[in-house]
């Protein structure tokens, strides 16, 4: 029988072993570290590309509005009459890319649109509501992305449940974002965007602390009331279902 190996040989073999070991790991590494960059560049696959500046963008998003608000002033049968409207996808993207920030800046006087924040855009699915923007920061640009479920308590808040979280298409765990928040929002947004007001009060939404709307109903100014009770996402639509309310004096 051939005798044992020397010692020597032996530890050649297990340093060129680890040696092997090591540089495939290394090269593993390397792989997902790229793989992540790239995926993290890369916007989610129910992204479009908006052009704001587009005449039938901006004729888009001024046909949805005043849609919308015709059907939200329509004179109705009476007290508690529910009724139901559909948005597009396209539709909604139009008005959020046009119409936005305007209207942000007309409900909230202190708020101030950040130049680092670009193309919101959402998409609709079978329950879920897809959101994303895009985040400027010098040379690097990021999409930010979250699909959120909305939901309504007892008492007719509105709240959302964070399904997923991606920067481009590299997914993080919604459950690690939501738990530690105070720590992953000012990774990826603006310093200024964190300051505001109501930018926070989103955020809490976000991560679950609190509703995003508590009150979810529009005065008309006419002694009536339109009351949000259900958003359905479908395929590339939201079905909104609201009650108009007479409000007592």
């Not at 051939?2 to 340093?15: D, E």
């Not at 290394?26 to 793989?35: W, Y």
């Not at 888009?60 to 948005?87: F, K, M, P, Q, S």
Request: charged share 25%.
């Amino acid at each position: 029988m051939p005798g044992a190996p020397a010692p020597h040989t032996t530890l050649r073999r297990a340093r060129r072993w680890l040696l092997g070991v090591g540089v495939s790991l290394v090269l593993l590494a390397s792989v997902l570290v790229l793989l992540s960059i790239s995926l993290a560049g890369m916007t989610p696959d129910w992204w479009r590309t908006i052009r704001a500046s587009d005449p039938e963008t901006i004729r888009a998003a001024e046909a949805i509005e005043n849609d919308l608000a015709n059907v939200i002033y329509a004179v109705r049968a009476g007290e508690g009459d529910v009724w139901a409207v559909t948005l597009r996808a396209p539709d909604a993207n139009a008005w959020l890319n046009t119409r936005f920030a305007q209207w942000l800046a007309n409900a909230d006087a202190e708020f101030e649109w950040p130049d680092e924040i670009r193309d919101p855009q959402a998409e609709f699915d079978d329950g879920l509501i897809h959101l994303g923007l895009r985040v400027v920061r010098g040379e690097k640009t990021q999409v930010l992305a979250a699909s959120l479920r909305p939901t309504f308590d007892d008492q007719g808040a509105l709240w959302v449940s964070v399904e997923s979280i991606s920067v481009g298409r590299l997914p993080i765990p919604s459950g690690w974002v939501v738990d530690r928040a105070g720590d992953f929002w000012p990774e990826v947004l603006p310093a200024r965007l964190l300051e505001d007001p109501t930018a926070m009060r989103i955020l809490d939404a976000l991560a679950g602390r609190a509703p995003l709307d508590p009150e979810p109903a529009l005065d008309l100014g006419d002694g009536r009331r339109v009351r949000l009770l259900d958003l359905q996402p479908e395929k590339g639509r939201l079905r909104i279902t609201c009650r108009t309310e007479f409000v007592e004096d």
